[in-house]
Nanobody, 116 residues
């Protein structure tokens, strides 16, 4: 079955960096667009970044442009989110996502807390 497992979250000071990873299984990873979302307490889940199946097309939310990068390693069935210049408002649970055969799949999420 489809599984997405995120890792790499943690506590970081403002201005710091983290790299999130999402390892997937259960489908042909290299054929699908992958996305990272986040959800802060009391807020709706928001799309952070998208990467096409080959990695050639990437897009970002305005709030993270220039600070976050999304990448993928199709040989490892892994998608990454590199987060630099982190701000307190980046604090959230981060989820990776795929739509496979018209069904949305999510990982369990990884907590990112930006605080001094």
């Amino acid at each position: 079955q489809v599984q997405l497992v995120e890792s790499g979250g943690g506590l970081v000071q403002p201005g710091g960096s983290l790299r999130l990873s999402c390892v997937v299984s259960g489908f042909t990873f290299s054929s699908y667009t992958m996305r990272w979302y986040r959800q802060a307490p009391g807020k709706e889940r928001e799309l952070v970044a998208t990467i096409s199946s080959t990695g050639g097309i990437r897009s970002f939310a305005n709030s993270v442009k220039g600070r976050f990068t999304i990448s993928r390693d199709n040989a490892k069935s892994t998608v990454y989110l590199q987060m630099n210049s982190l701000k307190p408002e980046d604090t959230a649970v981060y989820y990776c996502h795929v739509t496979y055969r018209d069904t949305d799949y999510w990982g369990q999420g990884t907590q990112v807390t930006v605080s001094s």
